[in-house]
């Protein structure tokens, strides 16, 4: 059992930056590989960016790429999002995950096993 709280949402402007921080309590942060995930309103949830176990593999989905990373700070039992450039696009509830610890940073959704409340990004034009 892992719990999972984000932080670093907030109101911000078109081009502005805001990294968000995922903090992990439970069982032990690097057995798991952690993901980004978000909801826009009338939208499904829609994967953003993940990191293996070590954080030497990340994914990111095509929209975000080149505007957000992932890292993680296993000694603080953290993952962070970075987001730069944001769009108005971007606006959602952002959600982390946990899931099963693998060589690579790629889990199918379905296979997170624990979620986070979210936390709220609204990006004004």
């Known amino acids: 059992q892992v719990q999972l709280v984000e932080s670093g949402g907030g109101l911000v402007q078109a081009e502005d930056s805001l990294r968000l921080s995922c903090a992990a309590a439970g069982h032990t942060f690097s057995s798991y590989t952690m993901g980004w995930f978000r909801q826009a309103p009338g939208k499904e949830r829609e994967f953003v960016a993940a990191i293996n176990w070590s954080g030497g593999s990340t994914g990111h989905a095509d929209s975000v790429k080149g505007r957000f990373t992932i890292s993680r700070d296993n000694a603080k039992n953290t993952v962070y999002l970075q987001m730069n450039s944001l769009k108005p696009e971007d606006t959602a509830v952002y959600y982390c995950?946990?899931?099963?610890?693998?060589?690579?940073?790629?889990?199918?959704?379905?296979?997170?096993?624990?979620w986070g409340q979210g936390t709220q990004v609204t990006v004004s034009s």
């Open positions: 995950a946990a899931g099963p610890r693998g060589s690579s940073w790629y889990v199918p959704p379905r296979d997170y096993d624990y």
